[in-house]
């Protein structure tokens, strides 16, 4: 039996603890597995005094990173604590010492990991990141491995489990948004700054670094264009379902001609799309290309032990070629560089909800905007008006158009002065 590999956590929270936990009660297996023992020799916390639900010696937590990214004796560091900074000098830090990293920290990954790459490869240590996308479903280790054969057309994924679940209880009750987010926080599905998942950054983060990996191309967050969900209404539901749609806050990547082009917006999604039925917290990464076509990986996407199955086994793939002393493979070598391609030359269809006087003219008026712009009407739905307010709801479905001709039509049609609003547009899914 080899030496024993230790490891030390930077954080202890809701993953840290699962990782523990999972360490505490699978020891035996993993050390099978590994043909050494595995142990969690310390973490780093804010506070030391907390119960966090697992027994560990007195000396088991410390107050600086530096006693576990500088200790001579730790061989992995798993960084679990989130956030961009401090975890990135600390990730940094550790690969400098030529400790091996795993990480499920989506914002540096999503900022950084072209540096984090290669100072991994010029320290000859692995930098390994399962967690930071969809929790315990695994898409990494698919990417970078097991479809390395193929070449990758399109990433269609739901990879924010907060905004799933409030968008399902909004399409299966046509409940209002703030109702679904102020039952998502009681929960603990949302934050009580709910900022990051409901204007998909979150999402964002997540679709930036699978388009790295399935690409081969440093695609940073900031490549990726956004759109969150707080427009969304519970008419919109009823609307869609009318339609035949459901809406998903979809994060999509393709390549097409050499330029990617990376989204994360709400869209309406067909009802027989397999993402349109993945429903609640559960997430779903749909990878479309040459050699396998379509293939989905569906599953939890956030949570103490379906995270920890995710850090752990970058830990137990680590350990094993420290038993083998393997040679460090090269981290994900990115040989790509393409060009980002802005969001005005997406092509789509399209469903605008407009807010009208309820008198004769106004969808030729509307439509003749449109027409105007090379935008062709495919159906549209009229609410009758309210008596008290004259005003009616209209809600046109275009054939597919550019972004930029919708754009420019949506400008003017807000000029009518027969339209009070215009309250959404939501962009429709291939
Ligand atoms: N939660 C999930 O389901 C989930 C799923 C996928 C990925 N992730 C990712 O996993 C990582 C950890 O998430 P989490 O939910 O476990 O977070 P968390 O519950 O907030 O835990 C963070 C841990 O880091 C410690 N910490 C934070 N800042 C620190 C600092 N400046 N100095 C010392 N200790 C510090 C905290 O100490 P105290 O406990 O003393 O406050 C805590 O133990 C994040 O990158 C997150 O995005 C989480």
Do not use: W
Not at 401 to 423: F, G, H, K, W, Y
């Amino acid at each position: 039996m080899s030496k024993p590999i230790n490891v030390g956590l930077l954080g202890a929270g809701v993953v840290g603890s699962g990782v523990i936990k999972t360490f505490q009660q699978k020891a035996a297996d993993i050390e099978r597995q590994v043909g050494a023992k595995v142990i969690v020799t310390h973490a780093l916390v804010r506070n030391k005094s907390k119960n966090r639900g697992f027994s560990c010696s007195d000396d088991f937590f410390v107050d600086s990173a530096s006693e576990i990214i500088n200790n001579p004796n730790v061989d992995i560091v798993v960084e679990l604590m989130g956030g961009e900074e401090p975890a990135y000098e600390y990730i940094k830090g550790s690969l400098k010492s030529k400790k091996h990293v795993v990480t499920a920290n989506k914002e540096v990954m999503a900022k950084h990991c072209q540096e984090v790459f290669s100072l991994a490869k010029s320290n000859k240590v692995r930098i390994m990141f399962e967690g930071s996308v969809a929790g315990g479903t695994p898409i990494i280790s698919p990417l970078v491995r097991d479809l390395l054969a193929n070449d990758i057309h399109s990433i269609r994924a739901i990879i924010n489990g907060t905004t799933n679940y409030m968008l399902t209880k909004m399409a299966k009750e046509h409940a209002d948004y703030l109702t679904v987010l102020r039952e998502a926080q009681s929960l603990g599905y949302a934050e009580s700054d709910p900022t990051n998942d409901v204007e998909g950054i979150d999402a964002a983060y997540k679709l930036a670094i699978l388009s790295t990996l399935g690409f081969r191309c440093e695609v940073k967050d900031t490549d990726v264009f956004r759109e969150g969900i707080t427009k969304l209404s519970a008419s919109d539901f009823v609307y869609a379902e009318e339609l035949g749609f459901n809406i998903k806050l979809l994060a999509m990547a393709n390549l097409i001609n050499n330029r990617i082009q990376a989204r994360v917006h709400p869209v309406l999604i067909a009802e027989s799309d397999m993402l349109a039925k993945v429903d609640g917290v559960l997430n779903a990464v749909e990878v479309d290309t040459d050699l396998v076509n379509k293939v989905l990986f569906h599953g939890p996407g956030a949570g103490s032990l379906p995270t920890s199955s995710a850090v752990v086994a970058d830990i137990v793939n680590i350990s094993r070629s420290l038993v083998a002393e393997s040679p460090i493979p090269d981290p994900i070598t990115l040989v790509n560089s393409y060009d980002i391609s802005s969001i005005n030359e997406l092509t789509c269809q399209y469903y605008i909800r407009l807010n009208a006087k309820d008198e004769p003219g106004v969808l030729a008026q509307v439509s003749s905007i449109l027409g105007d712009n090379g935008i062709s009407i495919s159906s549209f739905i009229q609410k009758d008006s309210e008596t008290s307010s004259g005003n009616a709801e209209l809600v046109i479905m275009t054939h597919t158009s550019t972004e930029q001709s919708v754009q420019d039509a949506l400008c003017n049609i807000d000029r009518l002065p027969v339209v009070n609003e215009i309250s959404i547009t939501i962009r429709v899914a291939d």
